[in-house]
């Protein structure tokens, strides 16, 4: 099993930063990528970006290009979203999600590549 804790959201105005955080615990040594989702209230969950512990890959959207970034820490088993230039439309619920192994070489965009998520953070910006 693998459980995952998602934290660091909260109320910020425009323009403003923030780094979420996610931990993992349990059988980490069967995490191939962690990923990022956001979904906004009547819209569909969103794919963000994607990390893999083993080859640091990343798939950034363009929605956040150039204001977002992924990264891990791999001996805390953590991975971050950095995110600045924060915008209103960046209010959403926020979930990390880990992929298997046993998944490698699909669609990191796919909410079935992933086989473990998180609570979910609040992220709302005003503004």
């Known amino acids: 099993q693998v459980q995952l804790v998602e934290s660091g959201g909260g109320l910020v105005q425009a323009g403003y930063s923030l780094r979420l955080s996610c931990i993992a615990s349990?059988?980490?040594?069967?995490?191939?990528?962690m990923g990022w989702f956001r979904q906004a209230p009547g819209k569909e969950r969103e794919f963000i970006a994607r990390i893999t512990w083993s080859g640091s890959s990343t798939y950034p959207v363009d929605s956040v290009k150039g204001r977002f970034a992924i990264s891990r820490d791999n001996a805390k088993n953590t991975v971050y979203l950095q995110m600045n230039s924060l915008k209103p439309d960046d209010t959403a619920v926020y979930y990390c999600a880990a992929q298997p192994i046993s998944t490698v070489g699909r669609d990191p965009r796919l909410e079935g590549t992933y086989d473990y998520w998180g609570q979910g953070t609040q992220v709302t910006v005003s503004s």
């Open positions: 349990g059988r980490t040594f069967s995490i191939y990528a």
